[in-house]
């Protein structure tokens, strides 16, 4: 069945680094997008980032453009999301995503940005 994993979440300082994994099971990775979204408590999941598949074209929520990357390593069967100059409006669940004819999310990962 499909599996995404998400890890790498935690407490950072403002403007500092955390670097996001989601590991993918139980279906050709290599072929499907990824996305990652974040929720906050109360709050509509919002998107954060795509993926294509090979990896060479990616979009971003103008939230976090400049400051996250995404990417992904398809032997792997990972994606990652680079998240740097963090800010306090960062703190929340980061999720993992892919669309195989309905929506598959992780268990996802808390990010914490706090002094």
């Known amino acids: 069945q499909v599996q995404l994993v998400e890890s790498g979440g935690g407490l950072v300082q403002p403007g500092g680094s955390l670097r996001l994994s989601c590991a993918a099971s139980?279906?050709?990775?290599?072929?499907?997008?990824m996305r990652w979204y974040r929720q906050a408590p109360g709050k509509e999941r919002e998107f954060v980032a795509d993926?294509?598949?090979?990896?060479?074209?990616?979009m971003y929520a103008e939230s976090v453009k400049g400051r996250f990357t995404m990417s992904r390593d398809n032997g792997k069967r990972t994606v990652y999301l680079q998240m740097n100059r963090l800010k306090p409006e960062d703190t929340v669940m980061y999720y993992c995503?892919?669309?195989?004819?309905?929506?598959?999310w992780g268990q996802g990962t808390q990010v914490t940005v706090s002094s």
């Open positions: 995503n892919v669309a195989l004819g309905r929506q598959y």
């Open positions: 139980g279906f050709t990775f290599s072929s499907y997008s």
């Open positions: 993926i294509s598949n090979t990896g060479g074209i990616l």
